[in-house]
């Protein structure tokens, strides 16, 4: 089973900054099966990027993802409120099972 | 409007046995796979099970396996979980999710509101 381990726990960062979130897996994750979610409390996850470094339907472009094999980034250019959320990565290689991070907190400094 | 809705959670005490539903309106169901997420208090995403298209292949999150059966009814657009000897661990808000451009590997795009099951004594 491919673990996932996301850095870091918690960012603290203000509106209009830039944040870069880390996941890196515990073995290759082949042809980029990488997806990342967005959390809100209270509420369902919402596919940001699949594939590494596709946008889903109706993402903003300030979402980004990159990365490779073992070690994938998720990048938001300039942070608007609604943002401030928990984001968490998922491996989908070959048959299940899937696995997902244990997630980043982005919080408002 | 594409839609997933569960239901059928509640408190059972250990060992019983829950059968979760996952309504799904908006889409053809039946061309594609469909994922069961859980997410117990205050903690992480955690996949489940995974159903293919047309119900021939099912898959299962070790932590259930043997315990937990994954179906669907294609002619009444739901998915189903049964849950056996259910345990305290199985505690957690259950999510139905579709997964993205109809096969495995690409994520899950739509997610229901939840269902929270309470196992507890």
């Known amino acids: 089973e491919t673990v996932l381990t996301q850095s870091p726990g918690t960012l603290s960062l203000s509106p209009g900054e830039r944040a870069s979130l880390s996941c890196r897996a515990s073995q290759s994750v082949s042809s980029n099966y990488l997806a990342w979610y967005q959390q809100k409390p209270g509420q369902a996850p919402r596919l940001l990027i699949y594939?590494?470094?596709s946008r889903a339907p109706g993402i903003p472009a300030r979402f980004s993802g990159s990365g490779s094999g073992t070690d994938f980034t998720l990048t938001i250019s300039r942070l608007e409120p609604e943002d401030f959320a928990v984001y968490y990565c998922?491996?989908?290689?070959?048959?299940?099972?899937?696995?997902f991070g244990q997630g980043t907190k982005l919080e408002i400094k | 409007q594409v839609q997933l809705v569960e239901s059928g959670g509640g408190v059972v005490q250990p060992g019983t046995s829950l059968r979760l539903s996952c309504a799904v309106s908006g889409f053809t169901f039946s061309t594609y796979a469909i994922h069961w997420v859980r997410q117990a208090p205050g903690k992480g995403l955690e996949w489940v099970a995974l159903i293919s298209y047309d119900g021939s292949n099912k898959y299962y999150a070790d932590s259930v396996k043997g315990r937990f059966t994954i179906s669907r009814d294609n002619s009444k657009n739901t998915l189903y979980l049964q849950m056996n000897r259910l345990r305290g661990e199985d505690t957690a808000v259950y999510y139905c999710a579709r997964s993205f451009g109809g096969g495995y590997n690409n994520g899950m795009d739509v997610w229901g509101q939840g269902t929270t099951v309470t196992v507890s004594s």
């Open positions: 594939g590494a470094s």
């Open positions: 998922q491996q989908s290689v070959g048959s299940p099972p899937y696995t």
